[in-house]
């Protein structure tokens, strides 16, 4: 998608090979909601570098300057002459027939300053993301358990290149956080796990799904590819601590302890009800 907008051609055209470290460069880790914001930024950068080398050639076809071509809806045009322009395709069968291959190559380092640990000042990334995430939840007081019922997730992704991928990103996310606020628990005795399967160790499927709502928030970050950031850990983090704000505001009683498990509810209802109606 970032690779079609830069050249101006349809999205369909652009053929996207599996990662093969004979043919693609070092990437690094999908971790910390960064691919999209490096790599699609170098994807960006190499596209563009391809562009040119393209318009430069269609110039000398065209008799025209390099500088007053660009590729607009799969069409080359000159910004200076309208009678001047050339399918895209064109272009390159033309490139092709006369033995001419034109690739693009770029990297892009997201180079950030050092920070200061003196004044704790500095760029330690290049680009934040910010969340805000909503949760309602029920609270069976007899039983303890806790049901997620709706949650609403705000988030700042700068451009947004695909709404509905974001949107899934984020309600996956959402799943996640809530597995780790109320069910996800690793029990070790002795050095011997105790949730060795999913038959122990829970995880939300889609009927613990809770009503969701994404609200995409978009912004201009000028480092990211047509100003985008990344989305990811940042719709997981702000769940589980939306649940617990919510578990807090229905019974009054703060559990610090993840998952918040039905046997934690109902011993820390116990200690408030023996304390005199205080969680502390």
């Given at each position: 998608?970032?690779?079609?907008?830069?050249?101006?051609?349809?999205?369909?055209?652009?053929?996207?090979?599996?990662?093969?470290?004979?043919?693609?460069?070092?990437?690094?880790?999908?971790?910390?909601?960064?691919?999209?914001?490096?790599?699609?930024k170098a994807v960006q950068l190499a596209a563009s570098d391809a562009k040119d080398h393209l318009l430069k050639y269609g110039a000398t076809l065209l008799k025209c300057t390099r500088e007053e071509l660009d590729v607009v809806n799969n069409v080359v045009v000159s910004s200076l002459n309208k009678d001047i322009s050339m399918p895209f395709p064109e272009l390159t069968l033309a490139a092709h027939n006369n033995g001419k291959r034109?690739?693009?190559?770029?990297?892009?380092?997201?180079?950030?300053?050092?920070?200061?640990?003196?004044?704790?000042?500095?760029?330690?990334?290049?680009?934040?993301?910010?969340?805000?995430?909503?949760?309602?939840?029920?609270?069976?007081?007899?039983?303890?358990?806790?049901?997620?019922?709706?949650?609403?997730?705000?988030?700042?992704?700068?451009?947004?290149?695909?709404?509905?991928?974001?949107?899934?990103?984020?309600?996956?996310?959402?799943?996640?956080?809530?597995?780790?606020?109320?069910?996800?628990?690793?029990?070790?005795?002795?050095?011997?796990?105790?949730?060795?399967?999913?038959?122990?160790?829970?995880?939300?499927?889609?009927?613990?799904?809770?009503?969701?709502?994404?609200?995409?928030?978009?912004?201009?970050?000028?480092?990211?590819?047509?100003?985008?950031?990344?989305?990811?850990?940042?719709?997981?983090?702000?769940?589980?601590?939306?649940?617990?704000?919510?578990?807090?505001?229905?019974?009054?009683?703060?559990?610090?302890?993840?998952?918040?498990?039905?046997?934690?509810?109902?011993?820390?209802?116990?200690?408030?009800?023996?304390?005199?109606?205080?969680?502390?």
């Amino acid at each position: 998608m970032i690779a079609a907008e830069e050249l101006g051609v349809p999205y369909e055209k652009v053929r996207v090979i599996s990662a093969d470290t004979a043919v693609t460069p070092d990437a690094l880790c999908t971790s910390a909601s960064r691919q999209t914001f490096v790599s699609g930024k170098a994807v960006q950068l190499a596209a563009s570098d391809a562009k040119d080398h393209l318009l430069k050639y269609g110039a000398t076809l065209l008799k025209c300057t390099r500088e007053e071509l660009d590729v607009v809806n799969n069409v080359v045009v000159s910004s200076l002459n309208k009678d001047i322009s050339m399918p895209f395709p064109e272009l390159t069968l033309a490139a092709h027939n006369n033995g001419k291959r034109f690739m693009g190559f770029a990297w892009y380092d997201n180079t950030t300053a050092d920070v200061d640990h003196d004044t704790n000042q500095g760029d330690a990334y290049a680009c934040y993301i910010y969340a805000t995430q909503v949760a309602d939840v029920e609270v069976d007081t007899d039983t303890g358990d806790v049901t997620v019922l709706r949650v609403a997730a705000a988030h700042d992704v700068g451009k947004a290149i695909n709404p509905m991928m974001i949107e899934q990103q984020v309600e996956g996310a959402i799943l996640q956080g809530m597995g780790y606020a109320i069910m996800e628990e690793v029990i070790l005795e002795k050095g011997v796990t105790k949730t060795p399967s999913f038959t122990k160790y829970l995880i939300p499927t889609s009927k613990d799904a809770p009503k969701m709502k994404t609200y995409i928030v978009e912004s201009d970050e000028p480092r990211g590819p047509f100003g985008a950031k990344g989305v990811g850990e940042g719709a997981i983090i702000p769940t589980a601590a939306a649940i617990v704000n919510a578990v807090n505001d229905a019974i009054g009683v703060r559990i610090m302890d993840l998952p918040i498990t039905p046997e934690k509810v109902l011993a820390a209802l116990e200690k408030k009800a023996q304390s005199g109606g205080s969680d502390k």
